[in-house]
């Protein structure tokens, strides 16, 4: 059905407004019973990587293509570590209007860029951090011919806080606790937006950053300044630094214990709950990309010569 036909109601759209969409939402909601065994509380994990391109991404990424459609945009401009250049790719390809992507060079996982090329998109690799992709992309939506599609559009927000209504649809209830990676920090704030709406109450929210933000491998939260952090500030949730070897180590567990291969930065919110032990019963990790984006770093977790040997 998509997110846009979804949930409608909740969202900024009108009459006018296209119902694009390449199937997005519906992610599955997995119980973990490996995991809750580990951390001693019942754990879900929302799996974002079934979106259409592989990441969460693709529920901001309909409503904000859609509604620059509607006011007759001639094209989208994202800055991207990767994710966010294939949902726009994708979704400008299929409305028909021009993706411009500009991302740092040599810091965007192959992946994510093929993804980004085969649509067509026009990609232009920046000497220099994410955050100065995202000033060219600023100074180019300020021309008026393309709209940025980057989390600063609030229309991404409202796509994204779509996720938290179906965690409440799929257990019935709000969780107790929501753990997710921070980059950005635009996702936590849809989330904290999502069970406002929602209104079955409020989970705290656990935002896992990586302690070294602008070098970490985990290339999706490779972000040295998030521009929502006053935001993030704002929904309560608690932020949380979490090291490449906790995160590589939550990875592996997260594809050994329980089948799900996942981004790396994906298993941020699951280390983040490690470090912490919390007291609560009931707790949600969101793994926001499928691990076929950023699969460079199977090697450090499970060298090839390792699984020769168990296979013999």
């Not at 927000?157 to 965690?167: L, M």
């Amino acid at each position: 059905m998509g997110v846009i036909a979804r949930w409608r109601e909740y969202l900024p759209v009108g009459p006018e407004t296209p119902e694009l969409t390449l199937g997005e939402g519906d992610t599955p909601l997995v119980h973990a019973p490996r995991l809750s065994e580990q951390l001693g509380l019942d754990l879900y994990l929302k799996v974002e990587g079934a979106n259409p391109t592989g990441s969460f991404k693709d529920r901001g990424m309909v409503v904000a293509v859609a509604k620059a459609l509607e006011d007759g945009a001639r094209g989208v401009v994202c800055a991207s570590t990767g994710n966010t250049a294939a949902s726009a790719a994708a979704y400008a390809a299929r409305a028909g209007i021009e993706a411009l992507i500009l991302h740092p060079a040599g810091a965007v996982a192959g992946p994510k860029l093929a993804q980004a090329r085969i649509t067509g998109a026009n990609i232009v690799a920046i000497d220099g951090s994410f955050d100065d992709s995202l000033r060219a992309c600023l100074a180019v939506a300020e021309s008026g011919s393309h709209v940025l599609v980057n989390s600063l559009n609030p229309n991404r927000i409202e796509g994204q806080k779509t996720a938290a209504f179906e965690i409440c649809e799929q257990l019935g209830r709000a969780p107790q606790l929501l753990a997710l990676p921070y980059g950005g920090g635009g996702n936590t704030v849809a989330y904290a937006a999502g069970f406002a709406d929602a209104r079955r109450g409020l989970p705290r929210i656990v935002s896992a950053e990586s302690t070294q933000r602008a070098t970490t491998v985990a290339s999706a939260i490779r972000i040295s300044e998030p521009v929502h952090r006053n935001d993030v500030e704002g929904t309560g949730a608690t932020v949380v630094g979490v090291g490449d070897d906790e995160l590589l180590e939550a990875w592996s567990e997260l594809a050994r214990l329980e089948g799900l291969f996942c981004e790396p930065a994906s298993a941020a919110g699951y280390a983040a709950l490690k470090r912490l032990r919390l007291d609560v019963d009931l707790a949600v990790c969101v793994l926001t990309g499928n691990g076929l984006k950023d699969p460079a770093l199977v090697d450090a977790v499970a060298p090839a010569d390792q699984a020769l040997e168990a296979a013999s």
